[in-house]
């Protein structure tokens, strides 16, 4: 039995477990995920906690949602022909999400990796009940994901959010907007009905899912400064450091 396999053996959910990702640890590695909706400025935020570690020479491994090549090509087409229904955008991503849980995270958590996950299974959760889809159900399909030992999520405002994705490019992707759930065609004004839900999502998982929330809306630099305070009285940073004698 290899690793992942044993990581995954004897966590399985019990039916009334909640749907909540496994409890028990038994790799040396650590899992840290940034969540919020489009535009939070959560992808920022990790790159800098993440350029920080490096420079600090720890064992980091950096992983974002939707990467996963197996699953690449089937996305792309199912999302430029505009084939994916809430149903089968929950499958997909979990499938996307199930290959770079074994491939990767699980098996860098097994080597003693700090992960960093830009986006983690609460997005699948948080995008698909948006649409509609039973939380329950969904979560169902995550069930074999690990903890994350911290979750940041990152809650702002959504017109700050559109703002800031429209002064970087001309116009908001279609399933971005939520265009395929049919809310306006509008797409800015779908985007607010669409993303707004994803934070009411969000919203309801900060407690039982013990996020660490953070105010989206400040500076860049103070809102890095609290994410490193609570990196570091989290975390045992030492464990990740192979190379301290030469910093």
Known sequence: MNKTEQALETDSHSPNDGGQPKQKRDYPGALVVVEGIDGSGKSTQL??????????KY???????????LVASATSRGKKERMLTPTT?????????????????????????????????????ARDGARGMPVDWV????????????????????????RRILGGRSQLSYHEAGMDMGFSLNPIESFRIFQGRIQQQYDAMVEGDGFVQIDALKPVADQQEQVRQVVESRIDLSKFAPNRGER
Not at 139 to 162: H, Q
Request: proline share 5%; hydrophobic share 45%; charged share 20%.
């Open 139 to 162: 979560r169902s399909l995550y069930g074999f994901a690990p903890k994350p030992d911290l979750t940041f999520y990152f809650r702002g405002s959504v017109e700050v959010s559109l």
């Open 59 to 69: 064992k980091v491994h950096f992983t974002e949602w939707n990467s996963s090549p």
């Open 89 to 125: 955008f929950s499958m997909i991503h979990a499938a996307d999400f199930a290959d770079r849980c074994e491939r990767q995270i699980i098996p860098l958590l097994s080597a003693g990796y700090l992960v960093l996950a830009d986006r983690y299974l609460y997005t699948g959760i």
């Open 47 to 56: 790159y800098l906690l993440r350029r920080w570690l490096e420079l600090n």
